[in-house]
Nanobody
């Protein structure tokens, strides 16, 4: 069974850090392009960051540039999202998903084929 499982969410104060993990089972992640999305209550799901399965190139939306880092550990079949300097507006459920595209072309959710169940991130004092 092909599956993505997110973990690492939680409650953190503004300015704090979290590292999210997206572990794959049933297939290897290293050749897949993977993105992190998030969805806050009452808002649409938005792309946050992406890593290409072809060349490892990365992409970040402007709101997280300089604060978030996406990386891949092929030995652990896992992709990470290191989130630093967290802000209350980062509060959301975070999802990882893979797409058939070779590169980080876009963040249209319908172009991503396999999704994890999500992990809650809450940034609050």
């Amino acid at each position: 069974q092909l599956q993505l499982v997110e973990s690492g969410g939680g409650l953190v104060q503004p300015g704090g850090s979290l590292r999210l993990s997206c572990a794959a089972s049933g297939f290897t992640l290293d050749s897949n392009t993977l993105a992190w999305f998030r969805q806050a209550p009452g808002k649409e799901r938005e792309g946050v960051s992406c890593i290409s399965g072809t060349d490892g190139s990365t992409n970040y939306v402007d709101s997280v540039k300089g604060r978030f880092t996406i990386s891949r550990d092929n030995a652990k079949n896992t992709v990470y999202l290191q989130m630093n300097s967290l802000k209350p507006e980062d509060t959301a459920i975070y999802y990882c998903a893979i797409t058939r595209h070779y590169y980080c072309a876009n963040y249209r959710p319908y172009e991503y084929d396999l999704w994890g169940q999500g992990t809650q991130v809450t940034v609050s004092s």
